[in-house]
């Protein structure tokens, strides 16, 4: 590769990094594609706690067990850590339905 080439592309990239820079300055904010649009946030007991002021993680696990509030259990049996949606939680908090 000759120095001219190297020196081109070296162009190309910083041209590329101010038109960047540029929009990032803008307020140009990327795209979010439709899976980052579509991810399903788990939180734990703990986490559900923080969200929720006021619930306890006994009354979280208890809205989990009932089928109130949509859950999964990861691991293995009982001693799984329980994980909550968080859009099912905080429907169920707004008097929304259960999330499926």
Do not use: W
Not at 64 to 81: A, D, H, T, V
Request: net charge positive; hydrophobic share 35%; glycine share 8%.
């Amino acid at each position: 590769m000759t120095i001219e080439r190297k020196n081109l592309i070296l162009a190309q990239i910083m041209s590329l990094l101010d038109e960047l820079t540029s929009n990032d300055a803008q307020g140009v904010t990327p795209a979010i594609s439709k899976e980052e649009e579509k991810a399903v946030v788990m939180l734990t007991l703990d986490e559900c706690c923080e969200v929720a002021k006021g619930v306890s993680r006994h009354t979280i696990r208890k809205l989990c067990l009932q089928g109130k509030i949509f859950s999964i259990r990861s691991g293995e049996g009982k001693r799984g850590k329980i994980l909550v949606s968080k859009d099912s939680l905080i429907d169920y908090l707004k008097g929304g339905e259960k999330n499926e």
